[in-house]
């Protein structure tokens, strides 16, 4: 399993930005989907964005389409998760997921999560 460590959150006023970075450990990064996932006070944990192991795939939840953008840098084993024009109701922890297979990290049956990182949006 690969191991994750997701950082950058922190509180910031609505409509203002954050980045998320999560690091992986493994030589096998570069093989793997990664995505990320956030959970609310009182809700499940939901999916937000999703990227192949290459990086010519991205995929997004309707609620942050348009305003969060998802990259990976191979070579530095991190995923990246840039979040602009920030809403209240963006406020949640925020998770990174790993799996071989881009499916799985969309299905939310990836192997690997991290410990996640708190994100609050002012209202």
């Known amino acids: 399993q690969v191991q994750l460590v997701e950082s950058g959150g922190g509180l910031v006023q609505a409509g203002g930005s954050l980045r998320l970075s999560c690091a992986a450990s493994?030589?096998?990064?570069?093989?793997?989907?990664m995505g990320w996932f956030r959970q609310a006070p009182g809700k499940e944990r939901e999916f937000v964005a999703a990227?192949?192991?290459?990086?010519?795939?991205?995929y997004y939840a309707s609620s942050v389409k348009d305003r969060f953008t998802i990259s990976r840098d191979n070579a530095k084993n991190t995923v990246y998760l840039q979040m602009n024009s920030l809403k209240y109701e963006d406020t949640a922890v925020y998770y990174c997921?790993?799996?071989?297979?881009?499916?799985?990290?969309?299905?939310?049956?990836?192997?690997?999560w991290g410990q996640g990182t708190q994100v609050t949006v002012s209202s």
């Open positions: 990227i192949s192991w290459s990086g010519g795939n991205t």
């Open positions: 997921a790993a799996d071989p297979s881009l499916v799985a990290v969309l299905r939310a049956s990836f192997g690997s």
């Open positions: 493994g030589r096998t990064f570069s093989s793997y989907a």
